[in-house]
């Protein structure tokens, strides 16, 4: 689990680094931490060695390096990913995050215009949903407000139409919120997860 940039543990200014630069900075860490293990023989690279599971703003990761390097992870399980920045605006329950974290001051008395759409876009792991070749499985509480359940299911709907097939599997969890903490769900999220990564997964240990 690389500290990435923007992430918490060093400190504010270390936080701020990544305001307007997400999709970049943070996936730049997080494959740059996923090379070095490979690099020292703590891991191995190659298809099944590398599998990847995140939630949230780790989902928006995970959706940014199945795209950016579609090559590299054998499988990934996505838990409320962040897919779309600009059309999560209107819908989230923090839309002051969708605007400082693209590296723009957050009006809430502003329309999106189209060059501040583009802007969020910019910095959106969608761009780069017809590169996706890893089989995807995604969580989805359907009663999120912290990234709402659209999030997901346009992600679904886009990779199901790009010819996926069974290589993208969407479990919608009722009555769940953001952290799908429901004694059902979590048992469902990890079981599951555990089955996708077996199933794609090299089964030799590293």
């Known amino acids: 689990m690389p500290n990435y940039t923007g992430s918490l543990g060093y400190g504010q ?50 959706a940014h390096v199945i795209g950016q390097y579609p090559n590299f992870f054998s499988a990934a399980v996505l838990r409320n990913p962040v897919i779309n920045v600009a059309s999560m605006i209107s819908t989230t329950d923090i839309p002051d995050w969708t605007d400082v974290e693209c590296g723009t001051p957050y009006n809430p008395a502003a329309l999106l215009l189209p060059e501040n759409y583009s802007n969020l876009y910019s910095m959106s792991p969608i761009q780069y949903v017809d590169k996706v070749q890893t089989p995807v499985l995604l ?5 999120d407000q912290r990234v709402p359940p659209s999030q997901g299911k346009e992600y679904y709907h886009l990779l ?6 069974d290589k993208v599997e969407m479990l919608w969890f009722p009555e769940n919120g953001h952290p799908l903490d429901k004694v059902e769900a979590e048992r469902v999220c990890w079981e599951t997860a555990h089955a996708w990564f077996q199933k794609y997964g090299k089964k030799t240990a590293v």
Do not use: C, T
């Open 160 to 165: 199901k139409a790009r010819g996926m097939g």
């Open 13 to 62: 200014r270390w936080v701020e680094e990544l305001l307007g630069k997400i999709g970049r900075l943070d996936v730049d860490d997080v494959m740059g931490s996923a090379k070095e293990l490979v690099k020292r023989g703590m891991a191995r690279e190659g298809p099944g060695m590398q599998l990847y599971m995140g939630g949230s703003h780790g989902g928006f990761l995970g």
């Open 139 to 143: 969580n989805i509480g359907d009663v």
